[in-house]
């Protein structure tokens, strides 16, 4: 699982080093005028805070920091990319995700292997689209893997054999 979600974030990486700074901030139709930039943001964001909380045990995906820079520099962004992969592989614990939804706090029981996966599927999802931008704005080629999910290969691979 950790060498998954590094390889991904480097896919992740070598894409984001070929979209122009220009393109990585605009906002785009397709994703309800967010940016690659902002999704980029979002998912960074998950990550820094399942690291922030693992020591306490205690995780808030929605309190996060939602910092521009990461949304405005692609270059930032990278290094931010870069700074995760090489604190994800921990032990695995106990962790709690405190939520409020609809006025209610809500505390529930996970563990950091299980939150790491969550991380690895919500990065592929983004990827996804982000690939819709991607293929709007440029003329960039996208690796097949690119915003799919593992088994979603494999199962692709297993159709056409």
């Known amino acids: 699982m950790f060498k998954t979600s590094f390889l991904t974030i480097t896919e992740f990486i070598k894409v984001l080093e ?4 220009k393109i ?3 906002p785009c139709k397709n994703l309800s005028k967010a940016s690659i930039g902002q999704h980029t943001r979002h998912i960074i964001e998950l990550y820094q805070a399942l690291l922030k909380g693992y020591e306490s045990g205690e995780i808030n ?4 920091k ?21 604190l994800l592989e921990k032990p695995n614990k106990e962790l709690f995700l405190n939520y409020e939804l609809v006025g209610n ?5 996970s563990n ?11 990065l592929v999802h983004h990827q996804a689209l ?3 931008a991607i ?4 003329d960039i080629v996208l690796a097949e893997s690119f915003g799919y999910a593992y088994a979603t290969l494999q199962y692709k691979n297993q159709c056409l054999n």
């Open 112 to 122: 950091y292997y299980r939150e790491i996966m969550y991380n690895l599927e919500h």
């Open 130 to 132: 982000i690939r819709v």
């Open 18 to 21: 070929e979209i122009p700074e």
């Open 135 to 138: 293929e709007k704005e440029t």
């Open 61 to 64: 995906y929605d309190k996060r």
């Open 105 to 109: 706090e809500i505390r529930l029981a």
């Open 66 to 86: 939602r910092e521009q820079k990461i949304e405005l520099e692609k270059e930032f962004a990278i290094d931010q990319f870069k700074k995760l992969q090489g």
């Open 24 to 26: 990585y901030m605009k």
